[in-house]
């Protein structure tokens, strides 16, 4: 009989979160060793971490670090929204955030090598995903410098963590502003501050395709220039946030919201869980 109670069983599960066979097993086959037996199902998951290295990882949450001179966001992924709700998977994006605080980290790959307790925010990561069972990922992270920012975190469901985490650094004194700003940018999703950081190529294929579909539409070859400029006019107003009709009043833009405010965007990130 090997040499363990039940106690020893609940105080392991509660510790690791394992199933109940899985722990009386590797406690059977530790001898009752508590520490062997941590051992085997931190092994035992690991084999199965490599087995889920393909699958998708399309849920998951958002989290944000605030210090006096930068903010770092970063998404971690999971397989399922069941999981994302997990308080080991939150407590697990709670370990990585306190490691991630003061590193300075600016990918992701810099974010996995971060120390944390005995080892790295990657090995915790993995010996977390053995636990849950599922595969889990730092997806990506993104870090902005400044004086002044603004963070909203947006729940798509109320039983789910933040699904969209939005980190805007500004120069100003309206915070209130500042945030409607941040609340914007996480529905109206633009990629890029102005028109002018729009790659050139991708300005091009616009202008191909809007002047292409002109033509099919039978539009007269001297109007062309005209109507090519305005249709390129609501592709900068989808993707660059400067060009964006304010959510809270469409008759504003956000230009016009911004200097009225006496505000300026240095930068902004916007992320969405499996987006």
Do not use: W
């Not at 599960?13 to 037996?37: C, F, P, Q, W, Y």
């Amino acid at each position: 009989m090997a040499n363990f109670s039940l106690e020893d069983v609940k105080a392991l599960r509660e510790r690791l979160g394992t199933g109940m066979v899985d722990t009386k097993n590797a406690l059977v086959e530790a001898d009752g060793d508590i520490e062997k037996a941590v051992e085997i199902l931190r092994l035992k998951g690991a084999k199965g971490n490599a087995k889920r290295a393909d699958r998708s990882t399309s849920e998951g949450l958002i989290q944000v670090i605030e210090s006096a001179t930068a903010v770092t966001m970063f998404e971690l992924a999971c397989e399922t929204d069941f999981v994302s709700k997990n308080e080991k998977f939150i407590a697990l994006a709670e370990k990585v955030a306190q490691a991630l605080a003061d590193s300075g980290a600016e990918t992701v790959d810099a974010a996995l090598a971060v120390p944390a307790g005995s080892g790295t925010v990657g090995s915790l990561i993995e010996d977390e995903a053995a636990i849950i069972g599922e595969k889990v990922e730092l997806r990506r992270l993104v870090r902005l410098a400044g004086d002044k920012f603004e963070v909203y975190l947006h729940r798509t469901s109320k039983d789910l963590p933040p699904q969209i985490g939005v980190v805007v650094a500004y120069t100003g004194d309206d915070a209130e502003t500042a945030r409607s700003i941040a609340q914007h940018i996480s529905f109206a999703d633009p990629q890029y501050l102005t028109r002018d950081e729009v790659p050139e190529a991708d300005v091009e294929n616009e202008r191909r395709i809007v002047e292409q579909i002109s033509r099919e539409e039978g539009k007269p070859e001297a109007a062309l220039p005209k109507i090519v400029e305005g249709r390129l006019g609501a592709f900068f107003k989808q993707v660059a946030l400067l060009e964006q009709d304010y959510a809270r009043d469409n008759k504003l833009s956000i230009q016009t919201v911004l200097k009225d405010a006496g505000l300026g965007i240095t930068a902004f990130a916007r992320f969405k869980v499996g987006a």
